[in-house]
């Protein structure tokens, strides 16, 4: 760990033991260093923005009441990234059924879709949507937010070896769905 | 160069045409850059906090209400004492005056009470054996 990592980690520290102790802009302040990254995580896992923020708000709210749960020597960033991917998942399960009109636009506002006159990337999202919800989380937790197998597993509670075969499937359906596309260009 | 993300040196099946699809899920999935979207979401996430956090019972009341209650509760803990003090006074005296002071009482002593046991003894034992 760099001096700069260690530094980063002591100031995380001391906000988590402030914030336990009742000081509520101690929460501010880790709130502010995390939204970014978990607002990502819960990305990869729902289909809207507007889904990401709630489950991003959602799981801050279940960690500030966890708090007095948590132990200060681990990492914070680790254990809400895990509750804002369970308060994703909560929203997709209760959200299963979208109509295709919805997607499309929500897609279309600024924030989620800046290229939406690219082919590819209009396609891509067709083809994401063709994807199981565990297939689609675990390829842009893998490629996009670059976490491991084994920490994908951790969050969507599933086993390391199954990310990994997800992730794998995940790859061949979208090559196979833009290759398809490359011949029609 | 090729960028390899997450614990992908293991992974063989990744080509060319995954760098294309990453770079576009990258686009696809990008988080907002406007820092006034941070912002606002923070406030919103702290607005929930708030109205979870559990609020006190005496912080509905404004100040001068809880200094009232305060000065009112020890008040009443003064007059309870006060009061438990000057009843146990008057049932003392009330005491006194059936049965007399204290001072003019009897006193039982432990040495009496041993010179009767021993009389009793003898006694007893004076029956036991002369029958």
């Given at each position: 760990m760099s001096e700069a990592e260690r530094a980063v980690r002591e100031r995380e520290h001391l906000l988590v033991v402030a914030a336990q102790s009742g000081e509520t802009e101690a929460f501010a302040s880790l709130v502010r260093l995390h939204q970014r990254r978990a607002y990502a995580v819960a990305r990869s896992i729902v289909l809207t923005h507007e889904d990401a923020e709630d489950a991003v708000q959602e799981g801050f709210l279940h960690a500030y009441r966890a708090l007095h749960r948590?132990?200060?020597?681990?990492a914070f960033g680790a254990w809400l990234h895990r509750i804002v991917a369970n308060a994703a998942l909560d929203i997709t399960r209760r959200r299963k059924v979208r109509d295709a009109d919805s997607l499309t636009d929500t897609l279309a506002s600024p924030f989620r879709d800046p290229g939406e006159s690219d082919e590819l990337r209009r396609r891509l999202t067709s083809a994401l949507d063709l994807l199981g919800e565990r297939q689609r989380s675990v390829i842009v937790l893998h490629d996009?937010?670059?976490?491991?197998h084994a920490e994908i597993g951790r969050m969507l509670g599933i086993p390391e070896g199954t990310a990994r075969s997800d992730l794998h499937h995940a790859r061949a359906r979208l090559r196979q769905a833009l290759g398809a596309i490359r011949s029609q260009l | 160069m090729k960028i390899v993300r997450?614990?992908?040196?293991?992974?063989?099946?990744?080509d060319m045409r995954d760098e294309e699809i990453t770079a576009a899920l990258r686009e696809l999935y990008a988080?907002?850059?406007?820092d006034s979207y941070w912002t606002t979401l923070e406030r919103r996430i702290m607005q929930a906090v708030g109205v979870e956090r559990p609020r006190e019972w005496w912080s509905h009341f404004p100040g001068w209400v809880r200094l009232g209650v305060s000065a009112a509760a020890a008040a009443a803990l003064v007059a309870a004492l006060a009061s438990w003090h000057t009843r146990d006074s008057q049932q003392r005296m009330a005491a006194d005056r059936l049965i007399g002071p204290a001072s003019e009482m009897p006193l039982l002593t432990e040495s009496d009470r041993g010179e009767r046991n021993k009389e009793r003894e003898a006694t007893l034992r004076y029956l036991i054996t002369h029958d």
């Open positions: 948590f132990l200060p020597d681990q996009v937010q670059g976490y491991k | 997450g614990d992908d040196r293991d992974m063989p099946d990744r988080t907002p850059a406007d």
